[in-house]
C-alpha cells in the first residue's frame, strides 16, 4: 500500500458559522441512527466540521434549516457527482502524520462514495481538513479494530474500542487539495 504525504488544509473556524451550528442544535437532534449517536457536544463538532467542508468544497455555508433531523443516511455533502460523509474528531493540538482518523464500522454500509476527515482543534478554534479517501478504499487503507480491544496511544495512555473501529494513519489520506478539483 503506497503512503502518501500528509499536507492538511487549516483554517480558523468562523465564529458565526459556530453560533449557528449550536443555535440549530439547541432545537434539533442530529443524530438518530439508532447506535453511537453521540451527544450534542459530539453533535455539535460533527456540524461544524460539516459546514466548514462545505464551505471549502462549495465555496458558502449550507442552509441548516433544509436538512432534515435525524440520521442522513451517511451523506453529509453532494460536490461534483460524489457523496461524501464527512467525519471530525474534537481534539486540542493540531494533527500530524502520526495521528489517525476514525470510521466506526457500524456506518460501513452507509451510502457515500468519499469519507473527508477533518479535525477540530478546540484550543486554538481552527478546523483541519486532514484527507480523504473512497469509501471502497477503507479495508484496504485502514486497521480494523474490534470491540473491546485496547489500541496503544503513546504518551496519552490507551483507548479503548467501544464498537468495532476502522483507523486510516493520515498518511494514508489522500491530499485534500485533489477533492477541490474533481
Known amino acids: 500500500m503506497k503512503k502518501l504525504s500528509y499536507y492538511p488544509i487549516i483554517k480558523r473556524y468562523s465564529d458565526d458559522n459556530k453560533r449557528k451550528c449550536w443555535q440549530y442544535l439547541k432545537n434539533h437532534n442530529w443524530g438518530n441512527r439508532g447506535k453511537f449517536d453521540g451527544n450534542k457536544e459530539a453533535q455539535f463538532v460533527g456540524l461544524i ?22 440520521f442522513d443516511g451517511g451523506v453529509d455533502i453532494f460536490h461534483n457527482g460524489q457523496t461524501i460523509d464527512v467525519k471530525t474528531m474534537a481534539r486540542t493540538y493540531r494533527t500530524w502524520h502520526t495521528n489517525v482518523a476514525n470510521f466506526s ?18 484550543s486554538s478554534y481552527q478546523i483541519e ?54
Request: proline share 2%; aromatic share 14%; with cysteine.
Open 49 to 70: 466540521g460539516e459546514t466548514e467542508a462545505f464551505k471549502l468544497l462549495k465555496g458558502y455555508y449550507p442552509d441548516l434549516y433544509a436538512k432534515a433531523d435525524g
Open 105 to 122: 464500522a457500524y456506518q460501513v454500509k452507509s451510502d457515500c462514495d468519499v469519507l473527508l476527515f477533518c479535525s477540530i482543534n478546540k
Open 129 to 182: 481538513f486532514c484527507g480523504w479517501i473512497y469509501k471502497v478504499e477503507l479495508k484496504s487503507k485502514a486497521d480494523f479494530h474490534k470491540k473491546g480491544s485496547v489500541i496503544p496511544r503513546g504518551r496519552s495512555g490507551n483507548f479503548k474500542v467501544i464498537s468495532d473501529l476502522y483507523e486510516v494513519k493520515h498518511t494514508y489520506l489522500r491530499n485534500i487539495r485533489e477533492l477541490l478539483t474533481i
